[in-house]
């Protein structure tokens, strides 16, 4: 999940919404900043043999490189335009109608509740084009054999982006694609939701009554939020991951409510909180890096 977010005026004004540039810019700049982090987060959720951080980062370095922690990555930086928009155009649209079913005008501030639903709509609504890039990353992700021109002999069994999406629909069909979805939409509703409420809250506090938010407070507001978010969204979001990888090889898993029950069952609670510090650690420079593309391009724009 990308928290990637926007500016305070498109939360307080839902008429005003990024530009498609901006989507690309901050969207890829987001990815780019946050993916190492991701990768580490994804092997330490899905694979036991990680018994930390460093040891994981430790690991990687050995066996695949740098390379190693950016594998997949042009699978999100290739679709998270498409699915910044949907979440965008969803939460405003929701914005719009839940604010003219109470009889408000299009110039009236948004309650919390309505900032809150649509958040969770938009959230949701993403999951039907980012569940198929999603499963794509984290299997390219969970991929650890060496980097090209290593000792070992181990083929991947994935070559590529584009190898891995043809072959889990030829070999579990499409519906394939959408392995782990629920958990997914689990994950970026709430989370989504608790983004934006967050996010128009700091603002709100941190902003002079009449006044439009400060460069300064757009960051804090965006990195605490995205923060805040994740609190919600790390228990599926290892749910999510340990249903995709679930076909790589050796099925562990019948279905959501196995995983959760197994996971619980031989690891603990703890577990569904594995790589929450990552997501802290990542969140706020990420969301720092995506608010400031976008302010920086909005500005271009507007020159």
């Known amino acids: 999940m990308l928290l990637s977010g926007t500016t305070c005026t498109t939360v307080s004004n839902p008429d005003l919404r990024p ?7 901050k ?85 919390k509740l309505d900032i809150f639903l649509s958040g969770l709509a938009g959230g949701v609504a993403q999951v039907s084009v980012m569940a198929p890039a999603d499963i794509v990353k984290v299997r390219l992700q969970c991929q650890t054999e060496p980097y090209q021109g290593s000792a070992s002999h181990s083929k991947p069994k994935y070559r590529g982006p584009v190898h891995c999406l043809l072959s889990i629909a030829r070999e579990e069909g499409v519906l394939g694609l959408y392995k782990g979805a629920n958990a997914l939409a ?54 999510k991951s340990r249903l995709q990888v679930d076909g790589m090889g050796k099925r562990r898993y019948r279905g959501f409510v196995h995983c959760i029950t197994e996971s619980l069952r031989k690891e603990g609670p703890g577990v569904f909180f594995k790589g929450l510090g990552l997501n802290y650690l990542r969140a706020f420079p990420v969301n720092m890096s995506v608010f400031g593309a976008y302010e920086l391009v909005v500005y271009i724009l507007r020159m």
């Open 186 to 239: 689990l994950r970026d509703g709430p989370s989504f939701a608790t983004y934006f409420l967050t996010y128009n809250i700091i603002c709100e506090w941190l902003t002079p009554a009449g006044q439009k938010p400060g460069w300064t407070v757009v960051l804090l507001a965006g990195g605490l939020s995205g923060m805040c978010g994740w609190t919600f969204g790390t228990p599926m979001d290892v749910i």
């Open 19 to 25: 530009t498609p540039k901006s989507n690309i810019l």
């Open 27 to 111: 969207g890829a700049l987001g990815v780019a900043v946050g993916y190492p982090l991701d990768t580490v987060k994804v092997r330490i959720q899905t694979q036991r043999k990680y018994t930390s951080v460093w040891q994981c980062i430790r690991s990687t370095c050995k066996t695949e490189g740098v390379n190693g922690f950016y594998k997949g990555m042009s699978m999100p930086v290739s679709t998270v335009s498409i699915s910044s928009s949907v979440v965008f155009g969803t939460y405003r649209n929701c914005l719009q109608c839940l604010r003219q079913l109470r009889g408000g005008s299009l110039d009236c501030p948004s309650s």
